[in-house]
């Protein structure tokens, strides 16, 4: 039961519920490749680039060419959340609660998609070989460490969005369904900044303003969620393939009495999800100083 359910008890005949400023609907999915999952850990094939042979001779033997195989392996977790409504709580309330809990558990849900999708951005990703062995693969690790953009003492520039964007270039990553995730502080910089050209300044207004949200290819979200070391905030720049999600069992809340607990209704909201980082390729760390 929560502990302070008392201080929303009636005075004068209270007949709806205030919930508190926070992040509601999810700003990552549909950002990300998704799949079903029903074990305990899933995987991601991947296939590598292959290169046409020049043929040399009539009636020569057909060239066979193999196909680099490799995968990225998906862990899941669970998560939950519960609460109790005592009946003798609806009384005082005039109303019962367990509506808005279950929509406030789903708002949990939506955070915590986001949460497991950030942490994929920059945590180490599973390879497994042919013989099932597994290896720890960090994003520093792809070519030496250059799809990171260290912060260099400032704030978010165009001149480290075109160089994200120059990094996914260079390794022909497509064009399509790339985004970008910044912090209020990233956004900020950006109208601040003195390199900015009168096209891109009167983007970024729109773009701080909601009125567009995609600027040099890249779909802007906005978030507070993105790791933080000091005054370093990490942003990140990505192609919708590189980062998967599986989900074992999608958003479900549960209402229902509790008899052993006095028949308190009980509100039950439960996820299983994990996320991977399936391509370093696709994936762009940008610091930037807050």
């Known amino acids: 039961m929560s502990q302070t359910i008392n201080v929303a008890f009636v005075q004068q005949f209270e007949d709806n519920v205030h919930t508190l400023a926070q992040q509601m609907a999810s700003k990552f999915r549909g950002t990300v490749r998704e799949k079903s999952v029903t074990a305990k850990y899933d995987h991601f094939e991947r296939i590598g680039a292959v290169e046409m042979v020049k043929r040399t001779t009539r009636h020569g033997n057909t060239p066979l060419i193999d196909t680099p195989h490799s995968r990225r392996r998906l862990l899941l977790d669970d998560f939950e959340v519960a609460d109790l409504v005592d009946k003798q709580d609806e009384i005082r309330l005039l109303i019962s609660p367990a509506s808005e809990y279950a929509q406030n558990f789903a708002r949990a849900l939506n955070r915590r998609f986001d949460d497991s999708v950030i942490a994929a951005f920059n945590a180490d990703s599973v390879a497994v070989d042919e013989s099932d062995a597994t290896s720890a693969i960090t994003l520093a690790s792809f070519l030496s460490a250059a799809h990171i953009i260290?912060?260099?003492?400032?704030?978010l520039t165009v001149a480290k969005l075109r160089s994200a964007k120059k990094l996914l270039d260079n390794q022909?990553?497509?064009g399509d369904d790339r985004y970008f995730a910044t912090s209020p502080d990233g956004i900020e910089d950006l109208l601040a900044t003195t390199e900015v050209t009168?096209?891109?300044y009167n983007t970024v207004k729109a773009l701080s303003r909601g009125e567009v949200d995609t600027f040099l290819g890249f779909k802007f979200i906005m978030?507070?969620?993105?790791?933080?070391a000091s005054t370093t905030r990490t942003c990140?720049?990505?192609q919708k393939a590189?980062?998967?999600v599986g989900i074992g069992k999608d958003m479900a809340t549960r209402i229902s009495e509790r008899?052993?607990?006095?028949?308190?209704?009980?509100?039950?909201?439960?996820?299983?999800?994990?996320?991977?980082?399936?391509?370093e390729a696709r994936v762009v760390a940008?610091?930037?100083t807050e």
Request: aromatic share 8%.
């Open 259 to 279: 008899d052993d607990k006095s028949y308190a209704t009980q509100v039950y909201s439960s996820m299983t999800l994990g996320a991977t980082r399936i391509e």
């Open 223 to 228: 978030t507070t969620r993105l790791p933080k």
């Open 286 to 288: 940008v610091e930037i």
């Open 242 to 244: 590189g980062i998967g």
């Open 236 to 238: 990140f720049a990505w």
């Open 150 to 155: 260290v912060h260099g003492s400032v704030g």
């Open 198 to 200: 009168s096209s891109d």
């Open 172 to 174: 022909d990553v497509e």
